[in-house]
């Protein structure tokens, strides 16, 4: 069983739509939480963290944590065809320098016109 | 702040040669660099974590003799594939953390643009 689990997608949805992406994950040591954006053959883009059970808001994206669940959400508001991308859910036991991350398999999105 | 740069963005090469990437840290300096691999509709899997002033430490699996680290200054961590073969044909991609204007903000990753590797 892999220590995050993300389903691949592809995710189609139209413009203005909203989009929930989701993770799960097995080791309760994950305690920092981060959603990447990654464009084709580009390297991934931080869009939200969060180190706390809860919601956190930032513009149109709304990141969502449970721990008791293991479960961590994306919400998009307003989807547009710009947000047409790969979403990698990452996580962390700790916050140092030397932290490792632990990536999902990323689910791409398709925002249709 | 937070811009990591690399160097080059893309790069073909002959079985059996080695190639040097270059990850640079642009406005902030970084004791540690991270990198990793990825390979076609795949997730990042981390390769090593460079250390600025020591030997990098490797995840499992990966040759060391083969994926040479050096961490030579505080914004330069450079990535050498040596004796590549069609097999290490992937996009590699650094990251650095960065803490932010702030104290009390906590570390996060930055990533570069990636490099894709074509061994022929």
């Known amino acids: 069983q892999k220590e995050v689990e993300q389903d691949p997608g592809p995710l189609s949805v139209p413009e203005g739509a909203i989009v929930s992406l989701n993770c799960t994950y097995s080791?309760?040591?994950?305690?920092?939480f981060m959603w990447y954006r990654q464009y084709s053959r580009k390297g991934p883009e931080l869009l939200m963290y969060t180190y706390s059970s809860g919601n956190k808001e930032d513009g149109r994206f709304t990141a969502q944590v449970d721990k008791s669940s293991k479960y961590i959400s994306l919400f998009i508001r307003d989807s547009q065809p710009s947000d047409s991308a790969t979403y990698l859910c990452?996580?962390?036991?700790?916050?140092?320098?030397?932290?490792?991350?632990?990536f999902g398999t990323g689910t791409r999105l398709q925002v249709m016109l | 702040g937070a811009v990591v740069s690399q160097h080059p963005s893309w790069v073909i090469c002959k079985s059996g040669t080695s190639v040097k990437i270059e990850c640079r840290s642009l406005d902030f300096q970084a004791t540690t660099m991270f990198w990793y691999r990825q390979f076609p509709k795949q997730s990042l899997m981390l390769m090593a974590t460079s250390n600025e002033g020591s030997k990098a430490t490797y995840e499992q699996g990966v040759e060391k003799d083969k994926f040479l680290i050096n961490h030579a200054s505080l914004t330069l961590s450079t990535l050498t594939v040596t004796s590549a073969h069609p097999e290490d044909s992937s996009f590699y991609i650094c990251s650095a953390p960065w803490t932010g204007a702030t104290a009390s903000s906590t570390d996060t990753q930055y990533f570069g643009p990636g490099t894709r590797l074509t061994v022929l």
């Open positions: 990452a996580m962390s036991p700790n916050t140092g320098t030397a932290s490792k991350l632990t």
């Open positions: 080791n309760s040591a994950f305690q920092y």
